[in-house]
């Protein structure tokens, strides 16, 4: 590699994400990700998905729940995307700013993919139009079974269309997680959330300083 095409790389930022089916925490340690990337001195953008921008904003809205044809659903995710890519993440990135994102594409694999059955080659050909050279660094899937998820969601929030789905639903989505993950062992880090939050973000803090050493080229 030329000394040109490794300070272009020294310079962008990273791309992170985070996954995982609802009521997993991502959310919760979204937040505290930022917090301590800030702290080491980075330059943080926190974002989400879907929205992000003004308009994907509006998609969000929309997304979240009005009914319509999954076909809809998939391409409005990637309308909303496709702003969000352009005017937000990669702007940011080429800045070298870091991007830590709740939820990306690989939920659109594993919701409308494994949790309405929508054909991956048809998710593939939009990611690749949206964002073709464009993957998360690193990806954390917050992982937690079903009574998980449904005990921590029903503690009193207003549930969304997705998270108004049956058992069945969330039970693909969530394996449609596990092989996206197995696919690509390199991205992501699999955190079992199951556990107290302290014993969650103790592993986060972890893995977040090899990330950080690592850009770093230490
Ligand atoms: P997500 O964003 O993945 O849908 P949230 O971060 O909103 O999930 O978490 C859902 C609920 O579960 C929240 O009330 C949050 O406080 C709680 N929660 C998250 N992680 C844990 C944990 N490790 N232990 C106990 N409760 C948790
Ligand atoms: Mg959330």
Redesign the pocket.
Known sequence: MSAGANSAAARRGRFITLE??????????LEWLVARLREAGLDVVQTREPGGTPLAEKLRELLLNEPMRLDTETLLMFAGRCEHVRTVIEPALARGQWVVC?RFTDATYAYQGGGRGLAAGRIAVLEQWVHGDLQPDVTWL?DVPLDVSRE??G?GRTLDRFEREDDAFFERTRAAYHARAEADPARFRIID?????EA?RAELAAQLRACIDQAAGA
């Open positions: 995982g089916v609802d009521g997993a925490g991502k959310s919760t340690h709740d917050f921590r969601l503690r959330s199951t556990r107290p939050i969650v």
